[in-house]
């Protein structure tokens, strides 16, 4: 498998998504609220006049929420079904190339890591979460408080 992997950290966990389906990375610098959105949906944001929705992924996992009071966020951007959508990470590491095709997942991760994973993926850097991109994004709202 000589599929390309942007290596991510979502909620201190390093995955990776499928390289092929990021359009860039940014940093988000303005958050707009949505009333009545999903809870994983952060908000809106703008990219070279385009709106893109933004997942918060901590959230979409069921792993808290992330904190967008400081004002630059990282974020991977991708189309699904023709809108765009900002994906918030902790951090943006690198693009590294798959050594071994995708393989089944052999152990508990917890319900939101379960939801979205396609499997594991060797690297070299060791294995890793590939992440299903459409289920991130379509994760139910999570109702978890957090302080």
Known sequence: MNQLLL???????RV???A???ESVIELDTLIPVPRSPAHVAGLSALR???LTV??????LGLGVSDFSDGINEA???????????LSV?????????????QPVKAAMGEGWERVARGMVETGEG?????????LIGAEAQERAVA
Do not use: F, K, N, W
């Open 7 to 13: 290596i991510v950290s979502i909620a201190g966990s």
């Open 20 to 22: 092929s389906a990021v």
């Open 76 to 86: 991977a951007v991708v189309e699904v079904e023709g809108h765009h959508y900002a």
């Open 55 to 60: 997942i918060d992924c901590q959230r979409a």
């Open 127 to 135: 294995p890793l979460l590939l992440v299903d991109i459409t289920a």
């Open 16 to 18: 990776a998504l499928p």
């Open 49 to 51: 006049s385009r709106v």
């Open 90 to 102: 902790d951090a943006v590491e690198d693009v590294i190339e798959a050594s071994s095709d995708l």
